[in-house]
């Protein structure tokens, strides 16, 4: 089982849809949650940051850590075509300087 | 955030050639990484680069493959050795998020196709 699971997609919505993105986890000793959006040919952009459970908020995007399910969730709002990205999910316990722990990253498709 | 970039921005190479990748930072950073994203995968951490010390490698790395350098806070080279096609990949830098040692700025990488 690898550590962090997300499915790759494609996923394909209309313009103003609710879009959900998850990954599961193994590690128990996670703690510390991202979400990264990589446009093509680009590196990696920080999204959202979330330590331990609940649930963070900026803009549009919601990030939600459920830590008894190991699952954690990020909700796009009012999709725009903008959007259409890679999103990564990625974790790691803290104090390990590096050891971020990705999932492989959805391919989202956001249509006119 | 910190503005980091990269040279080459991609590269066709041939087989059993060495490629060295720059990363630069607009600010002095503790600590650089090094990562691999070949297609269809995970984001895969090659080694860790201090300032002033060797490079921490991560199973599967090795130095005489990755050899770094990191010879001031704000700089740091990855060279890719006798490549293989095996080693096309996006190769990308990242530094740690002031103030928030868990998580990570990415560089824009570097993509290399090996022929």
């Known amino acids: 089982q690898k550590e962090v699971e997300q499915d790759p997609g494609p996923l394909s919505v209309p313009e103003g849809a609710i879009v959900s993105l998850n990954c599961t986890y193994s590690?128990?000793?996670?703690?510390?949650f991202m979400w990264y959006r990589q446009y093509s040919r680009k590196g990696p952009e920080l999204l959202m940051y979330?330590?331990?459970?609940g649930n963070k908020e900026d803009g549009r995007f919601t990030a939600q850590v459920d830590k008894s399910s190991k699952y954690i969730s990020l909700f796009i709002r009012d999709s725009q075509p903008s959007d259409s990205a890679t999103y990564l999910c990625a974790m790691n316990s803290g104090g390990s300087q590096g050891n971020l722990i990705f999932g492989k990253g959805t391919k989202l498709s956001v249509k006119p | 955030s910190a503005v980091i970039s990269q040279k080459p921005s991609r590269d066709i190479c041939q087989r059993g050639t060495s490629l060295t990748i720059q990363c630069q930072v607009d600010s002095q950073v503790t600590m650089m990484f090094w990562y691999r994203q070949q297609p269809g995968q995970s984001l895969t951490l090659i080694a860790t680069?201090?300032?002033?010390?060797?490079?921490?490698?991560e199973s599967g790395f090795v130095i005489d493959k990755f050899p770094i350098s990191r010879p001031n806070l704000t700089f740091s080279t990855l060279t890719v050795s006798n490549m293989s096609p095996e080693d096309s990949s996006i190769y990308l830098c990242?530094?740690?998020?002031?103030?928030?040692?868990?998580?990570?700025?990415f560089g824009p990488g570097t993509r290399l196709l090996v022929l």
């Open positions: 990242s530094v740690e998020r002031t103030g928030s040692s868990e998580t990570q700025y």
């Open positions: 979330t330590y331990s459970s």
């Open positions: 680069a201090n300032q002033g010390s060797e490079a921490t490698y």
């Open positions: 590690n128990s000793a996670f703690q510390y």
